[in-house]
């Protein structure tokens, strides 16, 4: 997904991050990516590295559709797709530097806007947050601030701000908190000052 950020196929993608005001620097520093628009380019590229197609399945990359029954009673053939095609890539990184799974955010109309690696056998949304593997080389921490997205962690980031995680694509789970309080001793819940947003706050600081 990084490579192809720098390539003509991620040419859309890269535009949109630099118009979001993303430094060259902090998209290297974050590991971000694009997925092109193509149906299984991935799919076919990790293939040809030597993966299974169940291995591609059960890590999150690739969609399997089993075939439906026919008729005349056979069976169609399975199809198999990416699971993020046309979307900036943000990697999902833990503590130790290890990534685990992705986030994706749609180009154009595509829904859901932003869609996330299901749950793996390596990966839990319930249990991570968004940069932890930058909060763990921050030591002494006073506070965390907790964000919405993605984007939010890496815009404030790039500004210069410390200690910002986000939720993987769910309202904060006691399991994540737990992870916060690892470290840092106070959270900032700073998401959107929309009315979803601070109903969200006020969930989060159940």
Known sequence: FHKLLFS?????????????????????????GAAPAEWDLLTKTM???????EELRLC?????????????????????????????IF????????????????MGDAQPKYLNTSD??????RQGLYALNFVKKERGLK??????????????R?????GVVATLGTALTEEQARL??????????????DAAGQKAILRALD
């Open 158 to 162: 790039q500004m210069g701000v410390s």
């Open 60 to 88: 999150g990359l690739t969609v399997v559709k089993e075939g439906a029954k026919q008729p005349d009673g056979s069976t169609a053939p399975s199809r198999s797709f990416d699971m993020f095609r046309n979307r900036a």
């Open 180 to 193: 916060i309080k690892r470290y840092a001793p106070e959270v900032w819940v700073s998401y959107d000052g």
């Open 120 to 125: 793996t056998p390596v990966f839990n949304k």
């Open 91 to 106: 990697p999902i990184i833990n503590a130790q530097g290890r990534v685990l799974g992705f986030g994706g955010r749609a």
């Open 143 to 156: 506070r965390l601030i907790l964000v919405e997205g993605y984007m939010d962690v890496v815009s404030l």
């Open 47 to 53: 293939m040809e590295k030597g993966y299974t197609l």
């Open 8 to 32: 003509p196929q991620g040419a859309p993608v890269y535009a949109y991050l630099q118009k979001r005001g993303l430094s060259d620097g902090v998209i290297r520093k974050f590991g971000l």
